[in-house]
C-alpha cells in the first residue's frame, strides 16, 4: 500500500541564512494557500519544507524566528477580526504507518493508558469554516484564520450546500467543518468565470477559498460543507452539550438530525475502530477510494473517540494531541513545461500534449500531461518553461491545471500553434474549442479503418495495420464501406497477396457483415464513445436507424450519456450518416439481435456519489423488476477465467455481463458490486476484499448467468 510506506521528505536547510529564506518561502506560500490566491509551492513541498524549518529550529532554539510558520495554526499566514468561541485548531501530520504507530504510542504515553477507542473519518481538501447558529438559523460563517480569529464570510451564506439556512430545530450551535467544491461544483465554477471572462481556478481548492472571500460577483458559485464537529455556546441545549461526550459517530448523527451534512455522508463516512489495526485497515480503504471520490480528500484523520481520553491529552498551541492527519501522496505537483506536442486523433481532433520535467505525482512519474484545448492555453496564458501545477490521482490522465504564474523569470516562450493539420498538411477547423483538421477522420483513415478492423469491433482477421495502408495508397479504399466491396481481383493486385490470403481475407469480410450493431456501431469510432459506450446504445435502440432517430434527449436515457456527451454523439452521427448509408447499402448489419430492450429496463446506473447499498445481495438487488441475472451490478472481471469462460476474451466477457443486464467495469472501486476473479488475481483482488465488494470465481460467475451462455 503506497500510502502506508511513504516517508516524509524533508528540506535540508545549512544555515541561518537558508533558515530565514525558507521561513520567507513558507510563510508567503502559506498566506496565498489560505487567501485563495496561487501558490507556489504545492502542498508535498510545503510540508517538506516546514519539516526542514521544525529541525533547524530544534538544532538552533535560539534562532527562531518570529514569523516562522511553526507552532501556528494556518502557518501564521491567516488572520481575521471575529473572534472565535473556542480555538479552531490545526492537526498535526503523520507521512506514514510508523508515523500513525509512534503517534498513537507516544499518545498512549502521555495519558498513560491505551486509548479506550479510535474514529477514522477522510481529511477533507477544502478549508475550514465555523458556523453560527442562533436558535436555529445560521447567522454568521467566519474562516480559521489564525485559529483565535477569523474572517467573517456570511455574504457566503445560501451558497453552501450542506449548512442549511435553517436547522430542524430552533438550536443554538456553532457547526464546524468543511467547505470545498466537488470536482462537479469546480466545473460549473470554472465554467462561470470563463462565462465572465474570468480565467479559471487552478485547483479545486482554491477555487473554494477564491469563492467563499469573494463579496461581489455577478454570478452565483456553489460550494458543499461537510461539518466534523460542534462547539456548544451560550443558549446551547444540554443534548448539545452532552453530545461531544458520546463519541463522533453520534455527535455526527446529531447534527445530521438537525439538517447539517456530515462527514458521514462521504462515500467513506468516520467510523470507529476499536485498535490501532482496525484504523490502520480504514487508513487503507478510504486511500484506495480516494480517485473514486466525488471531492478531493488529502488525508484521513484518526480521533481518540472518548472524552476521557481527549480531556487527559489535551492541546497544543497548534493543533490538539488526541487527533492526527495521516497525510495521502499529493495529487497535484508542479513542474517545468518543457514543451507542447500536437497529436492528430482517430477522429482527427487536434490534441495539444504537454511534456513536462519528470515529476512524481501519486506514486508515479509523470513526463506528458494533456492540456486542455488551444483556447484554454490561451485563456491560461500558458508558456513554454513555465512552472506548471500537474494534478494525477489514481488511474486518471494526468493534466495540466494552470501556470504559476509567481514563478515566471521572464524567458518563458509562447506555444506555438499548428496552423495546418501536424498529420496531413489540411486546413483546421478552429470553429469550436478542440481543433480537428477539416479531413475529420479522413485524416486518420488507417487508423480508423484499422480499429474498425480491430478484434472488439468488426474482428477482421488479416486486415491489419500494413495491409490498410496498402489498400489506402493502392486507392482500393477510401472509406470502411469500401473494404466490404473489395473483390478478389482487386486483392490480387496487392503485394504479398495470393489467392488464398485473398479469400481468407474476403471470408473474414464476408463475417464481418454480420457483427451485431454494437460491434457495427464501435467500428464507426463514434466520438465519445467506446466498447461499453457502443453495447448499451445498440441494446437500447435495437437498430441503427432508431438510434439515427433519437436526439440529444433521448439519447440521454442510456446509461453514461449526459447533456455533452448527447450533444456529441448526435454530431457525429449526422456526420458519419454518408458512411453509415453506405455501410446499410453494401449490406452491414444495422441491427442487435434481441432487439431493442426498453432504456427502463437497461442496468441501473451505478449508485451516485459511490456508495455500496446493496453489495451483498446482488441477486435481489433489483427486486421483482431484476429480469436479468445481473441487473443493477457493477462487474469487474480480474484474472485468467477458467471452465465454460475460459475461451472468452475481457472483451468478449464484458459482453456477457452486458447482455445479463449488468454494467462492466475495468477497476475496482467503491461503486463495484462484484468481482470475477479468476486464476492469478491480483490487486484487484485485495481491493475488493479490503471494500468488502462480493468476489466470485469463474465457475461460479457462469453458473450465475447459467442460460445465458454459450
Ligand atoms: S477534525 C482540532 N476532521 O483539516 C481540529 N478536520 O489540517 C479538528 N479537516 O482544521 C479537526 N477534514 O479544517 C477534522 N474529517 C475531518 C477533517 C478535518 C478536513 C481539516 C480541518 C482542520 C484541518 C487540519
Known sequence: MRAMTSSAPIAVLADLDAYARAVDTAVAA????????????????????????????????????ANSPTGKVAGGAASGDVAHSAPMLSLANVFSEAGLTAWAAGLERRIGRPVAGWHVSPKLDGLAIAARYREGRLVQLVTRGDGASGEDVSHAIGTVVGLPERLGRDETVEIRGEVLMTHAQFEDANAARIAHGGAAFANARGAAAGSLRARERGYAVELTCFAYDAVPVAGSSEEIRAADGLGHGRLMALLAELGVRTTAATPVPGRGAATLEEVRERVAEIAGLRAGLPFGIDGIVIRADSAADRESAGAGSRAPRWAVAYKLPATEKITRLLGVEWAVGRTGVIAPRAVLEPVLVD?????????????????????IGDHVLVHKAGDVIPRVEAPVLGLRTGREQPIAFPAVCPECGSAIDTSEQRWRCVRGRDCRLVASLTYAAGRDQLDIEGLGGSRVVQLVEAGLVTDLADVFTLTREQLLTLERM??????????AIGVAK?????????ALGVRGTG????????????????????????????????????????AELLELAPLIDRLAAVGVTMSEPGGAVPVGSAPAPATEGGGREGAGDPDGADGPTAALPLTGLTVVVTGAMTGPLEALSRNEMNALIERAGGRASSGVSARTTLLVAGERAGSKREKAEQLGVRIIDPDGFAELLDGLLG
Open 30 to 65: 502559506a498566506a496565498a494557500y489560505y487567501a485563495g490566491g496561487e501558490t507556489t509551492l504545492d502542498d508535498a513541498t510545503y510540508d517538506a519544507l516546514v519539516r526542514g524549518i521544525e529541525a533547524y529550529e530544534a538544532g538552533h532554539p535560539g534562532q527562531v524566528l
Open 363 to 383: 506514486g508515479s512519474t509523470i513526463t506528458y500531461a494533456t492540456l486542455h484545448n488551444p483556447g484554454d492555453i490561451t485563456r491560461r496564458d500558458l508558456r
Open 498 to 507: 495470393g489467392g488464398t490470403s485473398s479469400d481468407k481475407l474476403l471470408a
Open 514 to 522: 454480420t457483427r451485431p450493431l454494437s460491434r457495427v456501431f464501435c
Open 531 to 570: 466498447r461499453s459506450m457502443s453495447r448499451r446504445i445498440a441494446r437500447a435502440f435495437g437498430t441503427m436507424d432508431a438510434v439515427r432517430a433519437a436526439d440529444a434527449e433521448t439519447l440521454r436515457m442510456v446509461d453514461g450519456i449526459g447533456a455533452e456527451k448527447a450533444t456529441l454523439v448526435v
